[in-house]
Each structure stands twice: as C-alpha cells, then as structure tokens.
Nanobody, 125 residues
Framework: QVQLAESGGGSVQAGGSLRLSCAAS???????MGWFRQTPGKEREAVAT????????YYADSVKGRFTISQITAENTLILQMDSLKPEDTAMYYC???????????????????WGQGTQVTVSS
C-alpha cells in the first residue's frame, strides 16, 4: 500500500524559506507526484507537480520563480523548496501521488490518488 508522509512545515517570516519533504513508501514503480495546499474554507489547490520521469515540472502561477519541486529518487522522497515566502502561502501542504500508469503530472487534484496527512506552513508578515 502506497503511503506518503510530509515533513518540514513550520513558521517563518515573510521573505524566508522552508523545505518540505515527502517520504513515499509501499511501491517500486515511480509515480508522478505533486504538492497541493489548502486553507480553511477553500478548495485544495495545486502548487507544483513533477512527472514520474522527473523530466517535466509544473507550477501554479502564484509560486513560479519562488518554489522548486524535485525528487530524490534513491530515497523515494519528494521535495518542495519554498523561497521568498509570502503570508498568502500560509496553508496546510499535502503531498500526492498519481496512479502508476500516469506519465504526466497535471495541476489537478483529481489526477492524484494517494495523499499524505499534510504539514502546516505559516508565514507571518
């Protein structure tokens, strides 16, 4: 059974940085993966995604140039490096994995079938 566990969240001042990690277990075939975020009362939105080959990455317009998604393949770990953080980045951040047959990495919640429990990121002004 595929399991995802996020870590690295915390509180930071605006302009600061955080590095989120997502440890994946329970599968041997690589999957396209992504980071999403959600605030109370709002829909979960895509932040960044990466294809299972690692060859393509996609970003929400709101984070382009500030966030970087990557994989440490040997460790089955997904990374989200967040720089120049803004108060509006405050949210619960979730890691997600797509079905193994998918080769693309859509910026759409419905594309992903496995989710972690989330890690909170709080950015103060």
């Amino acid at each position: 059974q595929v399991q995802l566990a996020e870590s690295g969240g915390g509180s930071v001042q605006a302009g600061g940085s955080l590095r989120l990690s997502c440890a994946a277990s329970g599968y041997t075939v690589r999957r396209s993966m992504g980071w999403f975020r959600q605030t109370p009362g709002k829909e979960r939105e895509a932040v960044a995604t990466i294809t299972k080959s690692g060859g393509s990455t996609y970003y929400a317009d709101s984070v382009k140039g500030r966030f970087t998604i990557s994989q440490i393949t040997a460790e089955n770990t997904l990374i989200l490096q967040m720089d120049s953080l803004k108060p509006e980045d405050t949210a619960m951040y979730y890691c997600a994995a797509a079905p193994s047959y998918e080769s693309d990495a859509a910026l759409s919640r419905s594309f992903y079938s496995v989710w972690g429990q989330g890690t909170q990121v709080t950015v103060s002004s």
